[in-house]
């Protein structure tokens, strides 16, 4: 299995500009999940999944747009971006209903907003 | 919702010694708490974790302790090694069927050869 991956690894955008951040997990979890990560601010939730078709907001999701049309992709989409959204992006995905509540983590992407 | 705070922030200790660090945690109805380790320029890995029917668990070199009482639980890293720096995050998870997690703000444990 290659569990969770991320693409791109790098980005640069310049203010306004839209992207996708791309997630896709192998391990057929129901639970898939997007979080940024700032110096000294641990990992922030921005939007989550609990299956295809469902989506809901976590603590930090303005400028973020989510979607889940397959149980294996979850992508991050910043429609105009800002310099406040250069961060560290890390997409997670885990199986729900089984009690392990553990949480596998993509590689992350670095993002920066000039 | 959830507030979780993680201290201290950076960690220094020589190789061979102990390294504690300390967490809290706001909600009296989460359950689940796990660490993470993250090296540079990954993502997190989960390390060990504890449930709140456990005070404490141990795996190796790591341990973590759990006070439900006082609303606070402690990774402990015996032996440390140059290997083991990296940065550090607990978590909690919060009641509710997407059981979210909630970290810490991280710690960044240097061990000295």
């Known amino acids: 299995n290659a569990g969770v991956t991320q693409t791109p690894k790098f980005q640069v955008l310049k203010t306004g500009q839209s992207m996708t951040l791309q997630c896709a997990q192998d391990m057929n979890h129901e639970y898939m999940s997007w979080y940024r990560q700032d110096p000294g601010m641990g990992l922030r939730l921005i939007h989550y999944s609990v299956g295809a078709g469902i989506t809901d907001q976590g603590e930090v999701p303005n400028g973020y747009n989510v979607s889940r049309s397959t149980t294996e992709d979850f992508p991050l989409r910043l429609l105009s971006a800002a310099p406040s959204q250069t961060s560290v992006y890390f997409c997670?995905?885990?199986?729900?209903?089984?009690?392990?509540?553990?949480?596998?983590f993509g590689p992350g992407t670095r993002l920066t907003v000039l | 919702g959830e507030n979780v705070e993680q201290h201290p922030s950076t960690l220094s200790v020589q190789e061979g010694d102990s390294a504690v660090i300390k967490c809290t945690y706001s909600d009296s109805a989460s359950n689940y708490f796990p660490w993470y380790k993250q090296e540079l320029g990954k993502g997190p890995q989960l390390i060990i974790d504890i449930r709140s029917n456990v005070g404490e668990k141990k795996d190796q070199r790591i341990a973590v302790t759990l006070n439900k009482t006082a609303k606070h639980f402690s990774l402990h890293i015996t032996e440390t090694q140059p290997e083991d720096s990296a940065v550090y995050f607990c978590?909690?998870?919060?009641?509710?069927?997407?059981?979210?997690?909630?970290f810490g703000s991280g710690t960044q444990l240097t061990v000295l050869p």
């Open positions: 997670a995905s885990k199986r729900l209903g089984d009690g392990t509540d553990t949480q596998y």
């Open positions: 978590a909690a998870v919060s009641s509710g069927s997407a059981r979210q997690l909630t």
